[in-house]
């Protein structure tokens, strides 16, 4: 899904209701316009982006409404938007629509039992996170994933902001990656992100003992249109990422968020928590009192 956004995956269910009103199917139409019935498939599950004069031949050989087309044209000229920023970074096919989503996004929801979520985290945490993950990211790479993570960042500022709910095992705030230096000023990132408005930080303390997620970190991804662009999920490991469209398995990992954020502390007390565990990393070493 290297070209997946909202826009892109609107344009691909407009494109299949038009094709299923006609009844006709994705092979039968793939071949009046000269393609395949995979292309077909991955156009309108927003795989792949449709070119300009496929979209006007489709849409022509669906007998689409004039307005209709404009409309399609639209969203495909829309699915483009912000793509190219991205294409300097040289990020793997399995991130790439992650971030093209969190373009979209009106809300994240994260859960992340080991380290500190990546919206949050700052320079020297996101680059100890990345040169420890050879299997990820090349060593030659590094710098561009790095400063890619802190550019994620820009849609928690600004006059629209990405609204995020991180809940975050206490274990992630513990293990000091960087060492104590840069866990200081992590936890004082955490500190003051969690005063602002659109950012909720709940932590999960160790006492609390098994939880819903124990297994693994998982995203979900909100758009402003449930109905035309429903939520995704997303959750990486050691080798990459994976997103998550299927509407049950969504649902699942809502419920499980839903299911962590109860044993968590509320956001006042989680507050108090990261200037508890701040404390201690500026007892330890950290020179950022």
């Known amino acids: 899904m290297a070209g997946s956004s909202a826009p892109l995956r609107r344009l ?36 792949t982006k449709i070119s300009k004069s496929d979209l006007v ?49 009106v809300a994240v929801a994260a859960f992340e039992p080991v380290v500190v979520p990546g919206l949050l985290q700052i320079e020297e945490y996101a680059r100890a996170t990345h040169v420890t993950a050879p299997y990820v990211v090349a060593p ?19 006059p629209d902001p990405l609204r995020l709910h991180a809940v975050i095992c206490e274990a992630a705030l513990r293990l000091e990656v960087g ?14 992100a969690a005063s602002a408005e659109n950012i909720t930080i709940q932590v999960l303390p160790a006492t609390r003992g098994q939880h819903a997620g124990i297994a693994s970190n998982f995203t979900v991804l909100h758009f402003a249109d449930a109905t035309a662009d429903p939520p995704l999920g997303y959750f990486d490991g050691p080798l990459g990422g994976h997103l998550i469209s299927d509407a049950g398995d969504v649902a699942s990992m809502v419920n499980m968020l839903d299911d962590l954020r109860e044993p968590a502390l509320d956001a006042a007390e989680s507050t108090e928590m990261l200037a508890a565990i701040l404390d201690g990393y500026r007892r330890k070493g950290g020179d950022h009192a």
Request: net charge positive; proline share 3%; charged share 30%.
């Open 179 to 192: 060492g104590p230096d840069v866990m200081t000023a992590q936890l004082e990132r955490l500190v003051a």
């Open 57 to 105: 031949c489709l849409l022509a050989e669906l007998r689409a409404p004039v307005d209709v087309r404009k409309g399609l044209e639209q969203l495909r000229d829309e699915s483009g938007r912000g793509a190219g920023q991205w294409a300097v970074y040289g990020l793997p096919d399995w991130l790439r629509p992650l971030v093209s989503f969190e373009e979209d996004a």
């Open 12 to 47: 691909g269910a407009e494109l299949r209701r038009l094709r299923e009103a006609t009844g006709r199917t994705q092979t039968d139409v793939g071949a009046a316009i000269g393609r395949t019935h995979t292309t077909l498939v991955n156009w309108e599950r927003g795989k």
């Open 140 to 158: 030659n790479a590094v710098d561009k994933w790095v400063t890619a993570r802190l550019q994620r960042q820009q849609r928690l500022i600004g």
